[in-house]
T-cell receptor, first 111, second 115 residues
Framework: TQLLEQSPQFLSIQEGENLTVYCNSS?????LQWYRQEPGEGPVLLVT?????EVKKLKRLTFQFGDARKDSSLHITAAQPGDTGLYLC???????????FGTGTSLTVIP | DTEVTQTPKHLVMGMTNKKSLKCEQH?????MYWYKQKAKKPPELMFV???????INESVPSRFSPECPNSSLLNLHLHALQPEDSALYLC??????????????FGSGTQLSVL
């Protein structure tokens, strides 16, 4: 059983479209991270959110941490082919000392 | 230097072979990790080292044997692997064992195929 469920699992969109990826759990996290992984490479950290309700923006990417710190979302505006990759959320439990990765969302942006 | 370097990048081995994966970082990080990842799936934690001591072993079969010779190096010794062990093996490091403000820096991985 995965602690963090991501949806959708796969997403294929045209360049210029907007999209949202969700990361949900029934557990409360003290912090949550988003990573992007390109084929043949390791994941690269995009952002860390630590406060319930927090919103962070990174150019065309907007990250939100849920008020109850159980969920998070990643919104991409005007997707570009360079956004293609596997998006992973990873949460740190209040009681834990390791990050648990979500189930992953594979995004393909078609030129 | 913010790199985690893994070698080799690709490895093909038979079920009776013994091989080792290597990982190196020079960021002064005191926590190092091994993850296993299947295609389009999330990384699965295998081992965590903190200050060169094994801190977490996620019930990994004994055919995988980690070693941390010093604070910059992490090895994963492989012996008598099964075809289902074929995967991308990722090494990562962080300043200290994962905490609220810690960041994981990943290497590019070793793509392992067991025949």
């Amino acid at each position: 059983t995965q602690l963090l469920e991501q949806s959708p699992q796969f997403l294929s969109i045209q360049e210029g479209e907007n999209l949202t990826v969700y990361c949900n759990s029934s557990s409360v996290f003290s912090s949550l991270q988003w990573y992007r992984q390109e084929p043949g490479e390791g994941p690269v950290l995009l952002v860390t959110v630590v406060t319930g309700g927090e919103v962070k923006k990174l150019k065309r990417l907007t990250f939100q941490f849920g008020d109850a710190r159980k969920d998070s979302s990643l919104h991409i505006t005007a997707a570009q082919p360079g956004d293609t990759g596997l998006y992973l959320c990873a949460g740190l439990l209040n009681t834990g000392n390791q990050f648990y990765f979500g189930t992953g969302t594979s995004l393909t942006v078609i030129p | 230097d913010t790199e985690v370097t893994q070698t080799p990048k690709h490895l093909v081995m038979g079920m009776t072979n013994k091989k080792s994966l290597k990982c190196e970082q020079h960021m002064g990080h005191r926590a190092m990790y091994w993850y296993k990842q299947k295609a389009k799936k999330p990384p699965e934690l295998m081992f965590v080292y903190s200050y060169e001591k094994l801190s977490i072993n996620e019930s990994v079969p004994s055919r995988f044997s980690p070693e941390c010779p010093n604070s910059s190096l992490l090895n994963l010794h492989l012996h008598a692997l099964q075809p289902e062990d074929s995967a991308l093996y990722l090494c990562a490091s962080s300043r200290y064992i994962q905490g609220i403000n810690e960041k994981l820096f990943f290497g590019s991985g070793t793509q392992l195929s067991v025949l």
